[in-house]
T-cell receptor, first 114, second 113 residues
Framework: GQQLNQSPQSMFIQEGEDVSMNCTSS?????WLWYKQEPGEGPVLLIA?????ELTSNGRLTAQFGITRKDSFLNISASIPSDVGIYFC??????????????FGKGTKLSVIP | DTAVSQTPKYLVTQMGNDKSIKCEQN?????MYWYKQDSKKFLKIMFS???????INETVPNRFSPKSPDKAHLNLHINSLELGDSAVYFC????????????FGPGTRLTVT
C-alpha cells in the first residue's frame, strides 16, 4: 500500500520560533491534508491542498502541495503553547470502485517550551 | 453539539471477550469510517461505509465486524479480543466517499488485558 514519510518525528521548540515539517510519498496524491491531534481528541483538519504547487495559509499555518504531487510541507510561524500536539499529513488518492482513501503519515509531535 | 460522538470513551476488557463500540454523527453525512491508531500514533483506516453500504474493507481480521443500522450510525463489533487489539479507535464521517473533509470523533481507547 501507499506510505507517507513524515519528518521530523518530534520537535521541541521555544515559544515564538517557527516550525517546519514535511511529508513525502512514493506515490502521487490528488489532495494533501494536514491534521492536528491534541491529547485525548480526534484529529482536526487544519489545511487542505488540491493542486500541485498550491500554497495555502490558515492564520499562522502555511502549507504547500509539492509540484510532483508526492510531497507537502507545513509551516507554523511564531509558535505558541497551544500549538502543542501531533501533526499528521494525509494524502488522498483514488482507491477504486468510485471511492477515495486517506493515507496518514506517522505524525510529528510538537512540544513548545514557554 | 458534538458532531461525531463515540461510546464508550474507554473500554478495558479481557482477552477472548466480545465488545462493541458505537459511533453516531449528526452532520447528515453519507459516509462513515473506522480508523485504528496504535501505540505509536499511526492512523490506519479499517472500514468505510457509504449510505449503509461497505465500500472499503482494509485487511483487518474478520473478528472485526462493522454494522451500520442507518446513515448516522456505524458501530464496530469485535469478537474474541486479543492483546494486539489494544489501540484507540476513531470514527469519522464525510459528506461523500473519501472527501477530504473527514470529521473525527474523540476516540475510544480499548485496552485488552
Amino acid at each position: 500500500g501507499q506510505q507517507l514519510n513524515q519528518s521530523p518525528q518530534s520537535m521541541f521548540i521555544q515559544e515564538g520560533e517557527d516550525v517546519s515539517m514535511n511529508c513525502t510519498s512514493s506515490s502521487i496524491f490528488n489532495t494533501w491534508l494536514w491534521y492536528k491531534q491534541e491529547p485525548g481528541e480526534g484529529p482536526v483538519l487544519l489545511i487542505a491542498l488540491y493542486k500541485a504547487g498550491e500554497l495555502t495559509s490558515n492564520g499562522r499555518l502555511t502549507a504547500q502541495f509539492g509540484i510532483t504531487r508526492k510531497d507537502s510541507f507545513l509551516n507554523i510561524s511564531a509558535s505558541i503553547p497551544s500549538d502543542v500536539g501531533i501533526y499528521f499529513c494525509a494524502g488522498q488518492a483514488y482507491s477504486g470502485a468510485g471511492s477515495y482513501q486517506l493515507t496518514f503519515g506517522k505524525g510529528t509531535k510538537l512540544s513548545v517550551i514557554p | 453539539d458534538t458532531a461525531v460522538s463515540q461510546t464508550p470513551k474507554y473500554l478495558v476488557t479481557q482477552m477472548g471477550n466480545d465488545k462493541s463500540i458505537k459511533c453516531e454523527q449528526n452532520l447528515g453525512h453519507d459516509t462513515m469510517y473506522w480508523y485504528k491508531q496504535d501505540s505509536k500514533k499511526f492512523l490506519k483506516i479499517m472500514f468505510s461505509y457509504n449510505n449503509k453500504e461497505l465500500i472499503i474493507n482494509e485487511t483487518v481480521p474478520n473478528r472485526f465486524s462493522p454494522k451500520s443500522p442507518d446513515k448516522a450510525h456505524l458501530n464496530l463489533h469485535i469478537n474474541s479480543l486479543e492483546l494486539g487489539d489494544s489501540a484507540v479507535y476513531f470514527c469519522a464521517s464525510s459528506q461523500e466517499p473519501g472527501t477530504y473533509e473527514q470529521y473525527f470523533g474523540p476516540g475510544t481507547r480499548l485496552t485488552v488485558t
